[in-house]
């Protein structure tokens, strides 16, 4: 199965919600605080609400998971899994990394992935056996080999800093060749094309890194959790070039 309406569904719903993200970015509405402390706004709920009913009226029986609404079970064995306003923090400061990302998921693996920056004018897809796209055009992840080569970034050392995996990410990071900061979900387009190496997430929710590991498994390179697990729902996200990714995951084993 090549995805190939699900994929045309999808991307007309994260372009749709891109172009309302746009639409505030000059009157950016004042956000709330969730129980976990984060960030909502009008716009985060509008554009989940818009994919939610596009998505659904497409795929009636598919389930839903997103970020602002309740779960969806669905009947057909699959569900779309989407953050509608990916970098909330970014977006009400002006920073263009803030993006729509939805992921359909198939027997616990992400099919089809998007990735869209609107202020960025930048969209990444694939759909599982098909490649992974930029604009329209075919990526890759980079060819580096060694950790000591790795450019790489990372989020969650601050916040897990007393914790056996928060100090095994320091030590990993310490053993790159540069760290930049964690760029939101543009971190993972750079992964997809070669920008970047390697990317570590330890605070991650499946709608985080469903669309990421689609793209990035699809331009050539792999996922896991921390542990090593091919899974998107462990709380943590390793992407890589595939290259270096046992190396980075050896930081986190057991002494």
């Given at each position: 199965?090549?995805?190939?309406?699900?994929?045309?569904?999808?991307?007309?719903?994260?372009?749709?919600?891109?172009?309302?993200q746009?639409?505030?970015?000059?009157?950016?509405?004042?956000?709330?605080?969730?129980?976990?402390?984060?960030?909502?706004?009008?716009?985060?709920?509008?554009?989940?609400?818009?994919?939610?009913?596009?998505?659904?009226?497409?795929?009636?029986?598919?389930?839903?998971?997103?970020?602002?609404?309740?779960?969806?079970?669905g009947?057909?064995?699959?569900?779309?899994?989407v953050?509608?306003?990916?970098?909330?923090?970014?977006?009400?400061?002006?920073?263009?990394?803030?993006?729509?990302?939805?992921?359909?998921?198939?027997?616990?693996?992400?099919?089809?992935?998007?990735?869209?920056?609107?202020?960025?004018?930048?969209?990444?897809?694939?759909?599982?056996?098909?490649?992974?796209y930029?604009?329209?055009?075919?990526?890759?992840?980079?060819?580096?080999?060694?950790?000591?080569?790795?450019?790489?970034?990372?989020?969650g050392?601050?916040?897990?800093?007393?914790?056996?995996?928060?100090r095994?990410?320091?030590?990993?990071?310490?053993?790159?060749?540069?760290?930049?900061?964690?760029?939101?979900?543009?971190?993972?387009?750079?992964?997809?094309s070669?920008?970047l190496?390697?990317?570590?997430?330890?605070?991650?929710?499946?709608?985080?890194?469903?669309?990421?590991?689609?793209?990035?498994?699809?331009?050539?390179?792999?996922?896991?959790?921390?542990?090593?697990?091919?899974?998107?729902?462990?709380?943590?996200?390793?992407?890589?070039?595939?290259?270096?990714?046992?190396?980075?995951?050896?930081?986190?084993?057991?002494?």
């Amino acid at each position: 199965m090549n995805h190939s309406r699900e994929l045309a569904e999808a991307l007309l719903a994260a372009r749709e919600a891109g172009e309302l993200q746009l639409s505030y970015s000059s009157k950016l509405p004042v956000a709330e605080r969730k129980e976990d402390d984060s960030p909502v706004t009008i716009v985060d709920r509008a554009c989940e609400t818009l994919i939610r009913e596009r998505l659904l009226k497409a795929f009636p029986t598919d389930g839903f998971l997103g970020e602002e609404t309740p779960a969806l079970a669905g009947s057909g064995g699959r569900r779309w899994i989407v953050d509608p306003l990916d970098g909330t923090r970014p977006y009400l400061r002006g920073i263009p990394t803030h993006s729509v990302l939805i992921a359909l998921e198939e027997e616990d693996k992400p099919v089809v992935g998007i990735i869209h920056l609107p202020a960025m004018n930048i969209t990444c897809w694939a759909t599982r056996g098909n490649g992974a796209y930029k604009n329209g055009k075919p990526i890759r992840v980079s060819t580096v080999s060694s950790i000591a080569g790795v450019t790489g970034t990372a989020l969650g050392f601050r916040e897990k800093a007393d914790s056996g995996e928060g100090r095994a990410l320091l030590t990993l990071m310490r053993a790159w060749d540069y760290a930049y900061g964690f760029m939101d979900a543009y971190s993972y387009v750079c992964i997809a094309s070669g920008n970047l190496d390697l990317a570590v997430n330890l605070l991650d929710k499946p709608w985080d890194c469903a669309s990421a590991a689609c793209i990035v498994a699809e331009a050539g390179g792999t996922y896991s959790d921390i542990a090593g697990e091919r899974s998107i729902h462990n709380g943590s996200i390793i992407l890589s070039n595939g290259l270096v990714h046992e190396e980075a995951l050896r930081f986190f084993s057991p002494a």
